[in-house]
């Protein structure tokens, strides 16, 4: 088993910045990829960003070249900066982990609120 517990959520203007973290424990030599989801109000979940055990990452299109997504693995924690933030960034973030042998197992945080006004 796996627990992920997301912070850094919040409120921020067009144009700033925010860092989510995600603090892992339990099994996490299991884990495969570590990834960032996001859901706004009437829209299905989205993949934002995943970074894999080599440290290979991929982003969404939506976010490429403002988006970060890193790991401290000192700290088994998972990181994901945001720069230049847009009011369509606002969502609930997820931090996910995936898991694939013996079975593909997929672990979920809580999620934590991001408004971006304008």
């Known amino acids: 088993q796996v627990q992920l517990v997301e912070s850094g959520g919040g409120l921020v203007q067009a144009g700033g910045s925010r860092r989510l973290s995600c603090a892992a424990s339990?099994?996490?030599?299991?884990?495969?990829?570590w990834g960032w989801y996001r859901q706004a109000p009437g829209k299905q979940r989205e993949l934002v960003a995943f970074i894999t055990r080599g440290g290979s990452t991929n982003y969404a299109d939506s976010v490429k070249g403002r988006f970060t997504i890193s790991r401290d693995n000192a700290n088994d924690t998972v990181y994901l900066q945001m720069n230049s933030l847009k009011p369509e960034d606002t969502a609930v973030y997820y931090c996910n982990a995936v898991s694939v042998w013996p079975t593909k197992v997929e672990y979920w945080g809580q999620g934590t609120q991001v408004t971006v006004s304008s």
């Open positions: 339990g099994s996490i030599f299991s884990i495969n990829n």
